[in-house]
């Protein structure tokens, strides 16, 4: 189980940090996930980082503004959000793929796992 934290409201130009706990599984093997789906559009992907952390990737709206980082010793993945605009609003969703290859994070079926989301919300 995956459970998704961290969200809230604030302004833009503000920072938040989401955090992804897992339970019942360790995500020790598994490459992690961020998407978020915001009023009225599909979800899309946010970044994703490998097993081991080493390697990362985001979207070109989010580049330069998120990071993402794992504690695989607290089983933890994290989305450092700085610089939020309003745009960045809507539902993140942590997720977990235990076979995945790089070129492929950011297609949400390519997850095995999904956490229950937590809204963001950037007020202008």
């Known amino acids: 189980q995956l459970q998704a934290s961290g969200g809230g409201l604030v302004q833009g130009g503000d920072s938040l940090r989401l955090s992804c706990a897992a339970s019942g599984r360790t995500i020790l093997n598994y490459s992690m996930g961020w998407f978020r789906q915001a009023p009225g559009k599909e979800r899309e992907f946010v970044a994703a980082?490998?097993?081991?952390?080493?390697?990362?990737k985001y979207s070109d709206s989010v580049e330069g503004r998120f990071t993402i980082s794992r504690d695989n010793a607290k089983n933890t993945v994290y989305l450092q959000m700085n610089n939020l605009e309003p745009e960045d609003t809507g539902v993140y969703y942590c997720?977990?793929?235990?076979?995945?290859?790089?070129?492929?994070?950011?297609?949400?079926?390519?997850?095995?796992?999904w956490g229950q989301g937590t809204l963001v919300t950037v007020s202008s």
């Open positions: 980082i490998n097993a081991n952390g080493i390697s990362t």
């Open positions: 997720a977990a793929a235990k076979w995945i290859v790089e070129g492929l994070w950011d297609l949400a079926r390519e997850y095995d796992y």
